[in-house]
């Protein structure tokens, strides 16, 4: 398995075969519908839940889309209506975004 090194964590190639592994292995994943940077929350998912939807979510550009990334948190205290202030946390996590059309706006 080859790895990527990404600020300064190490990151599994991005393939559905390391995400299998990933979620066997019990490390986390999260579900987000939305783009974190518009403020979208992301939820933690169980090994079976991850399991269940891996099969139809894929790396890459899409409307079900994978990724080995840190999460996205929303900073309500500095956020705005007009301003929606996000930051990444730890730990690396594998991301399950689920988009729609109306994210494209």
Known sequence: MMN???ENNIIPEETKECAKRWIETGKPCRYRNGFG?????SRELSKEEALKLLPKYDFG???YELSFEK???VDLKQSSCNCIVT???D???LMFNEYSANDMY
């Open 91 to 93: 730990p690396i996590v």
């Open 87 to 89: 930051y990444p946390c």
């Open 71 to 73: 999460d996205t948190k």
């Open 61 to 63: 550009m899409g409307f």
């Open 4 to 6: 990527i090194e990404k």
């Open 37 to 41: 940077f518009r403020g979208a929350s």
